[in-house]
Nanobody, 116 residues
Framework: QVQLVESGGGLVQPGGSLRLSCAASGRIGSINTMYWYRQAPGKQRELVAGITSGGSTNYADSVKGRFTISRDNAKNTVNLEMNSLKPEDTAVYYC??????????WGQGTQVTVSS
């Protein structure tokens, strides 16, 4: 069984910053790609950023230049540094991990609210 524990969400003012973290444990095997997704009320879940085991990254156009994804392979963690936050970034953020043994696993989600 795989556990993904997310942390770091909260309330922040526009222009502020937050750092999300996700720690994976359990029978995962080697982790291929790690992702962050988000889902705003009434909208579909969307990909925010992804990072491969080799460190290659990709970002949604809406967050390029503001968000940075990183990972620690030794600790099986993935982070999302979010800067210059906007009200439209408000959503529940989910991490997703694809492991060689576990396949795809999702975290429980962490709320990010950007509001003055």
């Amino acid at each position: 069984q795989v556990q993904l524990v997310e942390s770091g969400g909260g309330l922040v003012q526009p222009g502020g910053s937050l750092r999300l973290s996700c720690a994976a444990s359990g029978r995962i095997g080697s982790i291929n790609t790690m992702y962050w997704y988000r889902q705003a009320p009434g909208k579909q879940r969307e990909l925010v950023a992804g990072i491969t085991s080799g460190g290659s990254t990709n970002y949604a156009d809406s967050v390029k230049g503001r968000f940075t994804i990183s990972r620690d392979n030794a600790k099986n963690t993935v982070n999302l540094e979010m800067n210059s936050l906007k009200p439209e970034d408000t959503a529940v953020y989910y991490c997703r991990v694809v492991g060689s043994v576990s396949g795809s696993s999702w975290g429980q989600g962490t709320q990010v609210t950007v509001s003055s």
